[in-house]
Nanobody, 124 residues
Framework: QVHLIESGGDAVQAGGSLKLSCVAS????????MAWFRQAPGMEREFVAA???????YYADSMKGRFIIARDNAKNTAYLHLNSLKPEDTAVYYC??????????????????WGQGTQVTVSS
């Protein structure tokens, strides 16, 4: 069982930036693939980005270039840098982990472990 704790969510103005963190309890964190999803009210959970255990990265097309996923295995932590934020980025952002990247990695069903989420609110 991997426990994930997100932090870093906040209320910011459009154009601002945030850095989200996801700390994992698992000592073999480096073996896990990590991802970020987000969910706005009334919407399905949406894939944002993923990073493999070998640090290959994948992004949703709509977020490529604005968001950056990273990891620090020494700190058991994954990060999501949010830049040039827009009001439509407002959502709860969730961290997820899996032991192996599924072909359909953009589906929330392919990820085994989830954090509780952190709220990001962007005002215009």
């Amino acid at each position: 069982q991997v426990h994930l704790i997100e932090s870093g969510g906040d209320a910011v103005q459009a154009g601002g930036s945030l850095k989200l963190s996801c700390v994992a309890s698992e000592r073999t964190f480096s073996n896990y693939d990590m991802a970020w999803f987000r969910q706005a009210p009334g919407m399905e959970r949406e894939f944002v980005a993923a990073i493999t255990s070998h640090s290959s990265t994948y992004y949703a097309d709509s977020m490529k270039g604005r968001f950056i996923i990273a990891r620090d295995n020494a700190k058991n932590t994954a990060y999501l840098h949010l830049n040039s934020l827009k009001p439509e980025d407002t959502a709860v952002y969730y961290c997820a982990a899996a032991d192996g990247l599924a072909p359909d990695y953009s589906s929330a069903y392919e990820w085994s472990f989830w954090g509780q989420g952190t709220q990001v609110t962007v005002s215009s």
